[in-house]
């Protein structure tokens, strides 16, 4: 090993209304102080009680990618486990997200878009 993986970081229009959005979602803490970022208009942070690091960088002229579009492909994704996926559904489509696709009944995975266009899926836990 040779490197730990320190953040991962997310090319938007709007970084801390994207970082709004994912705490939101998974909570945590928007913007904490940390001698590794520089915080400016251009650059936000979502630090996670687990340790990760998610940034948000503003990238001028941001193409949002467009599942499943080839021609702008969805670079990467995230997926989120959740208890239930309907009520989740609810609560991520009130803070601007969009579904890219519901599924079939019974499947245990949705399709969604932030509000800048990144896809990402959640999950429902399986039990035990």
Do not use: K
């Amino acid at each position: 090993m040779i490197a730990e993986l320190e953040c991962v970081v997310l090319d938007c229009s709007d970084p801390l209304r994207l970082a709004g959005f994912y705490q939101a979602v998974i909570g945590g803490v928007v913007n904490q102080p940390d001698a590794r970022w520089s915080l400016d208009d251009d650059w936000a942070t979502l630090h996670l009680s687990s340790g990760l690091v998610i940034c948000f960088q503003r990238v001028a002229d941001y193409r949002p990618p467009r599942w499943p579009d080839p021609s702008r492909p969805q670079q990467f994704h995230l997926d989120f486990g959740v208890a239930e996926l309907d009520q989740a559904q609810e609560q991520v489509l009130s803070w601007g997200a969009t579904v890219l696709d519901a599924g079939s009944a019974g499947r245990s995975w949705r399709i969604y878009a932030d509000p800048e266009g990144h896809p990402f899926c959640l999950v429902r836990h399986r039990r035990s």
